[in-house]
């Protein structure tokens, strides 16, 4: 470039910044208030990071998860069926196949780039139980185990509490709740009297804990201790003791039924840990739920790869 071109580039930045500042004002004055009322330490300088610079800006929102923007868009038109308590009554069929973009909890999608899916499947989880650093190892050595070390894996295994989630069938009558989620060990009928808890419930050792149902408002609770250390909290190899303790919360709107757990387990856990909200829409014409086959576990012999838990 020239002396000449350089000069003529000089000369026109001079002339553009002497018309941003208009007559009477210097350019300090022309810069934001917030910025001008910043003490010098506060200013930025050198290769400090931006996160140093104070603004008088915010978020918009909080960052939430596409299950929970997908849940806080569903409403019921219809209106809230009660028993004769005034409470809600939550009787029905409540079909897993309502649209959903998450799907069934527990379940790998399909349309992943690799073999099992595994790591599409987890990075698409926004909501994860947080262990204690010493336990991440075993978490990842059970995720990457071979099938059939999932305690859900074959023939009469119960998924258990709360694995197993939203009960497909509820029954609300004479101060009880049954929920169903299976054929196999997965009913669960519990008082809702307002009795007391039992003190040697925590000596049990259950698939899906002894519950104790009450009414918060018009959210069913369920409160659930004396489990084992057999099920896992979902397929990654999410492990539990059996001092874990399960807190169930349901309410229903108009023909929706919405469902989430917080799970406390403080040996292994680092915090109490709260799923998503599921939904689903009650089912008006179920299908008629037979006894179950018995069943031949094979599936481990067939399989070509055993850790392909895709």
């Known amino acids: 470039?020239?002396?000449?071109?350089?000069?003529?580039?000089?000369?026109?930045?001079?002339?553009?910044?002497?018309?941003?500042?208009?007559?009477?004002?210097?350019?300090?004055?022309?810069?934001?208030?917030?910025?001008?009322?910043?003490?010098?330490?506060?200013?930025?300088?050198?290769?400090?990071?931006?996160?140093?610079?104070?603004?008088?800006?915010?978020?918009?929102?909080?960052?939430?998860?596409?299950?929970?923007?997908?849940?806080?868009?569903?409403?019921?038109?219809?209106?809230?069926?009660?028993?004769?308590?005034?409470h809600p009554d939550l009787s029905g069929n409540w079909g897993a196949n309502f649209p959903n973009p998450i799907g069934a909890p527990g379940l790998r999608r399909m349309g992943a780039l690799e073999p099992d899916q595994a790591t599409m499947q987890r990075g698409a989880q926004w909501n994860k139980p947080l262990y204690k650093p010493e336990y991440w190892e075993k978490v990842r050595s059970l995720d990457f185990s071979k099938s059939d070390v999932d305690p859900n894996y074959g023939c009469g295994k119960p998924s258990g509490v709360p694995r197993q989630n939203t009960p497909g069938r509820i029954v609300q009558k004479d101060k009880q709740i049954w929920l169903l989620n299976g054929v196999e060990n997965e009913l669960r009928i519990l008082p809702l009297d307002g009795r007391p808890r039992d003190p040697n419930d925590e000596q049990f050792s259950t698939f899906s804990g002894m519950g104790l149902?009450?009414?918060?408002?018009?959210?069913?609770?369920?409160?659930?201790?004396?489990?084992?250390?057999?099920?896992?909290?979902?397929?990654?190899?999410?492990?539990?003791?059996?001092?874990?303790?399960?807190?169930?919360?349901?309410?229903?709107?108009?023909?929706?039924?919405?469902?989430?757990?917080?799970?406390?387990?403080?040996?292994?856990?680092?915090?109490?840990?709260?799923?998503?909200?599921?939904?689903?829409?009650?089912?008006?014409?179920?299908?008629?739920?037979?006894?179950?086959?018995?069943?031949?576990?094979?599936?481990?012999?067939?399989?070509?790869?055993?850790?392909?838990?895709?």
């Not at 008006?284 to 399989?303: K, S, V």
Request: net charge negative.
């Open 1 to 86: 470039m020239s002396n000449n071109i350089r000069s003529s580039a000089a000369a026109a930045f001079a002339l553009v910044a002497a018309v941003a500042v208009s007559p009477g004002h210097s350019a300090a004055q022309q810069q934001p208030q917030a910025a001008q009322q910043l003490p010098p330490s506060a200013q930025r300088t050198g290769n400090l990071p931006l996160r140093d610079v104070q603004t008088s800006y915010s978020p918009a929102g909080k960052r939430i998860s596409p299950q929970d923007g997908f849940v806080m868009q569903q409403h019921s038109s219809l209106p809230t069926p009660r028993d004769a308590d005034g």
């Open 213 to 310: 149902a009450r009414w918060d408002g018009d959210t069913l609770v369920i409160e659930s201790v004396g489990f084992n250390d057999i099920s896992w909290l979902g397929w990654e190899g999410y492990f539990h003791t059996d001092k874990m303790t399960v807190t169930e919360r349901f309410r229903r709107e108009g023909d929706l039924l919405f469902y989430n757990f917080t799970v406390n387990d403080p040996d292994v856990l680092m915090e109490p840990w709260t799923s998503y909200t599921y939904v689903r829409r009650g089912n008006t014409n179920p299908n008629r739920q037979d006894e179950a086959t018995t069943c031949d576990e094979r599936d481990i012999g067939l399989l070509v790869d055993p850790y392909l838990r895709g």
